[in-house]
């Protein structure tokens, strides 16, 4: 898909981009709403809002049941969404496309499976120290339950993996390396083909949490020969609830049932049940079939940007606030990988991360101020939390100039 | 700066918050409470000398924002000198001054943070140093405080 996304300067167009996003164009505590926490969530554009509106307005009926017209309608249209993101991320088929809640759901998917039937005492499975709560405490608990070891390769002061640990750490007994595309609290991009390289090397599989990448990075699951990617509709201007596991066919069939229940059976009988084929068999229950759809609307707003245009008009977002950062006494950039995301966290001197987020509210800027759920990233760093501004598609380069207006009066504030 | 804001960080708290008394160990007493915002990171320790249901030392160390550091040298200021059971009820009378439940009136210094009371993300930070003394007060002082 990628290769026929425009290629054009986003920058000339954001007006009218930001025009598609109902929630940008309103005021908070008297100033315009500047939104800089779209690692935590992107907003919507209207396309989306809409397909989600015209489901409940016009097709709602349950899928994959039933002759009637509405219950096709919905069926088609959920499953024209699994088509829409196998062909986002080049999945080989659209069987490999699983509808989870979101990348957590997904993780705890495959880390599940890999306890009941891949893992064993003595087994080991890799992460980083890079990673979201969400691809730690899965691991943790499948290593728990099956007496496997989890081993964790380190980052450097960049927020960088070293990729030589990471080299290192990977053993015989590794089942399955799981790791980061792209780190929420830092916005490093990692060099995800050549950790799967290696990985596959060393006779592991390989998860990804795309979850911070998915949209901002063009994604081909087939070029990184990767076993499972993982991520969020709500991360990729989409619905929250909704979420996507690509797991290669091969394994998907391998991988035991995850939730039980309708929809994902063929048979049921008191004696026991057959499961339907991929990939319903991993869709237990009634889907959020309009977040699906809404989904799907989504992977078409991002066609429509294409990444060229993305990624130039992000790193042109980051580039200044970077530039802003130098000039700003007493603030430290956490996270300087070479190779970012636009995703700004950093600490001021004398100036706790939350005291920081309530002033820039009330300038109107939203940014995150805490853990990141990485609580193993802050350790590293030395910080008990960071404030993190985190850039999308809609935002501007005045946006990221009010952001550090506003940091120049916290900084007056507390001197 | 807008008056809501002024209002959560008038010059008392942000002077607290950056020069907090009672600060640091003391050499002898006999409480000590951790207390933790997994949300936040705020950690603060509580060390407190009781003797004859009368606390005589109040002191504390740790990190954490603005409004938590400054709550917790308010409170230390504020409880030492108090009987128990008079520090247990400022505790629910500050409890109720930055949840909304009471208006501001007869807590002395400690009105100033009722201003935190308009922003509810932020009272855990404002009740963190307290919940400790709470735990301390009532002798549960061998666990941490979580304000989660």
Not at chain 1, 64 to 81: C, I, N
Not at chain 1, 90 to 104: H, Q
């Amino acid at each position: 898909m990628t290769a026929q996304l425009r290629t054009r300067t986003l920058a000339r167009d954001v007006e009218s981009l930001r025009e598609q996003f109902p929630v940008l164009h309103q005021e908070v505590h008297g100033r315009p709403l500047v939104y800089l926490d779209n690692a935590a969530t992107t907003q919507k554009p209207q396309s989306v809002i809409n397909a989600v509106s015209h489901f409940y307005s016009h097709d709602n009926a349950n899928v994959h049941r039933g002759v009637h017209a509405l219950s096709e309608r919905a069926t088609e249209s959920m499953e024209a969404a699994r088509d829409k993101l196998a062909a986002l991320i080049n999945a080989a088929a659209r069987e490999e496309i699983i509808f989870t809640r979101g990348t957590t759901e997904a993780i705890n998917l495959v880390a599940h499976g890999f306890a009941t039937e891949f893992l064993g005492p003595g087994d080991e499975v890799l992460i980083t120290a890079l990673e979201h709560h969400a691809n730690i405490v899965p691991w943790q608990e499948a290593c728990k339950r099956s007496g496997a070891h989890l081993v964790v390769a380190e980052i450097d002061d960049h927020g960088d993996v070293v990729l030589d640990d990471f080299r290192a750490k990977l053993g015989k007994r590794t089942r399955i390396a799981a790791f980061s595309h792209v780190s929420n609290a830092l916005g490093t991009i990692n060099p995800v083909d050549e950790m799967a390289r290696l990985a596959r090397a060393a006779g592991a599989a390989v998860l990804i949490d795309g979850a911070q990448a998915i949209a901002h990075l063009p994604v081909d699951v087939q070029a990184l020969d990767c076993d499972f990617y993982a991520f969020s509709g709500h991360k990729m201007y989409g619905p929250t609830g909704i979420g996507t596991l690509y797991g290669k066919r091969e394994w998907l069939e391998r991988l035991p049932v995850y939730q039980t229940g309708g929809d994902m059976i063929r048979t049921v009988s008191f004696d026991g049940s057959t499961y339907a084929d991929l990939p319903h068999r991993f869709e237990a229950g009634t889907p959020n079939i309009a977040g699906a759809v809404g989904l799907g609307a989504a992977v078409d707003f991002l066609a429509q940007q294409g990444f060229d245009a993305l990624i130039a008009h992000e790193a042109a977002i980051l580039a200044r606030a970077n530039a802003l950062a130098d000039e700003t006494p007493g603030m430290r950039i956490i996270g300087t990988a070479a190779r970012k995301v636009g995703v700004l966290s950093f600490v001021l001197d004398n100036v706790h991360p939350h005291d920081i987020g309530t002033f820039l509210d009330f300038e109107g800027v939203a940014v995150r101020a805490g853990h990141h759920c990485a609580m193993p990233v802050m350790k590293h760093f030395g910080v008990p939390a960071t404030a993190r501004a985190s850039f999308a598609c809609y935002n501007t380069i005045e946006e990221v100039e009010v952001l550090f207006n506003a940091i120049d009066q916290v900084r007056r504030t507390f001197a | 700066m807008n008056p809501e804001l002024r209002a959560l960080y008038q010059e008392m708290i942000l002077d607290h918050g950056k020069r907090p008394r009672h600060f640091g160990a003391p050499e002898h007493y006999t409480h000590k409470m951790d207390a933790y915002n997994p949300l936040c990171g705020d950690h603060l320790t509580l060390y407190a000398t009781i003797t004859d249901g009368e606390i005589k030392d109040l002191h504390f160390e740790g990190s954490g924002c603005a409004i938590s550091v400054a709550s917790a040298s308010m409170m230390c200021e504020e409880a030492e000198g108090k009987q128990c059971d008079a520090a247990d009820d400022l505790y629910h009378q500050f409890q109720d001054l930055v949840t909304g439940k009471a208006e501001a009136e007869g807590m002395s210094r400690l009105d100033v943070l009722a201003g935190v009371k308009a922003f509810p993300s932020r009272v855990k930070c404002a009740t963190l140093a307290w919940h400790a003394l709470d735990h301390v007060l009532t002798g549960k002082s061998e666990e941490t405080v979580t304000t989660e």
